[in-house]
T-cell receptor, first 112, second 115 residues
Framework: EAGVAQSPRYKIIEKRQSVAFWCNPI?????LYWYQQILGQGPKLLIQ????????DSQLPKDRFSAERLKGVDSTLKIQPAKLEDSAVYLC??????????FGPGTRLTVT | AQTVTQSQPEMSVQEAETVTLSCTYD???????LFWYKQPPSRQMILVIR??????QNATENRFSVNFQKAAKSFSLKISDSQLGDAAMYFC????????????FGKGTLLTVNP
C-alpha cells in the first residue's frame, strides 16, 4: 500500500512570493490534515478535511494561507504572500478512521 | 485547550540499555487518546504506540511500552534494548475522543543512542 505522497520535498522562495504544496493521501482515506512544523517544535494543525469539506481551519492564517481538496482526494496548500516566519516543514497526513493518522515525508520551506 | 508538555528536550542512552521519555498533558476531557510518534531525520512521522484513555492496561509494542497514569495526567514511553535505529525526535501527542480527531503535539525529545 502506497503511503502519503508530498511534493516538492524542498522549496526555497523569497518573502512575498507565493508557493504551493501538494499532497496525495493513502487511497480510500477520507480525512486529510495539513500540519506546520516550525524548527524545534511539534507539528501544529493548520487545516483538516473530511472528503472535500473543511472540518477545522481555526489555526490557518487565512489572510495568506489557503487550501483545497478537490474531489476529496488530492490536496493543495498555498501561501501567498510568504513571510519569513512561514519557514517550516509542512506535513500532510491522512486517516481512514480518524484515530490513526499516517504522515507523508513533508515539504521543507525556506523563506529568505 | 489541551496542552502537551515534554520536559526533556534531549536524552541519550547506550545501545542495549533502557530509556524513559516523559510526557504530561492537561485536559478536562475523560475520553481521549495518547500517542508517541517518532520522527527520524528523514522527517517521516511514524506512529510508535497508542493508548486509549479508557483502558487501564498500559500499551506495549515489542520493545516500546508506556506508563499511563491517568490521574496524574502522565504518559511516559519506555524503550527497552535500545538500538541505533531508535535515534530520532520523539513526540507525545493528544487526541480528543470527540469527532474532530485533532492531534496536539508536545515539543519533542531528541533521543541519541550511543554505540
Amino acid at each position: 500500500e502506497a503511503g502519503v505522497a508530498q511534493s516538492p520535498r524542498y522549496k526555497i522562495i523569497e518573502k512575498r512570493q507565493s508557493v504551493a504544496f501538494w499532497c496525495n493521501p493513502i487511497s480510500g482515506h477520507a480525512t486529510l490534515y495539513w500540519y506546520q512544523q516550525i524548527l524545534g517544535q511539534g507539528p501544529k494543525l493548520l487545516i483538516q478535511f473530511q472528503n472535500n469539506g473543511v472540518v477545522d481551519d481555526s489555526q490557518l492564517p487565512k489572510d495568506r494561507f489557503s487550501a483545497e481538496r478537490l474531489k476529496g482526494v488530492d490536496s493543495t496548500l498555498k501561501i501567498q504572500p510568504a513571510k519569513l516566519e512561514d519557514s517550516a516543514v509542512y506535513l500532510c497526513a491522512s486517516s481512514l478512521s480518524g484515530v490513526g493518522q499516517y504522515f507523508g515525508p513533508g515539504t521543507r520551506l525556506t523563506v529568505t | 485547550a489541551q496542552t502537551v508538555t515534554q520536559s526533556q528536550p534531549e536524552m541519550s542512552v547506550q545501545e542495549a540499555e533502557t530509556v524513559t521519555l516523559s510526557c504530561t498533558y492537561d485536559t478536562s476531557e475523560s475520553d481521549y487518546y495518547l500517542f508517541w510518534y517518532k520522527q527520524p531525520p528523514s522527517r517521516q512521522m511514524i506512529l510508535v504506540i497508542r493508548q486509549e484513555a479508557y483502558k487501564q492496561q498500559n500499551a506495549t509494542e515489542n520493545r516500546f511500552s508506556v506508563n499511563f497514569q491517568k490521574a496524574a495526567k502522565s504518559f511516559s514511553l519506555k524503550i527497552s534494548d535500545s538500538q541505533l535505529g531508535d535515534a530520532a525526535m520523539y513526540f507525545c501527542a493528544y487526541m480528543s475522543g470527540g469527532s474532530n480527531y485533532k492531534l496536539t503535539f508536545g515539543k519533542g525529545t531528541l533521543l541519541t543512542v550511543n554505540p
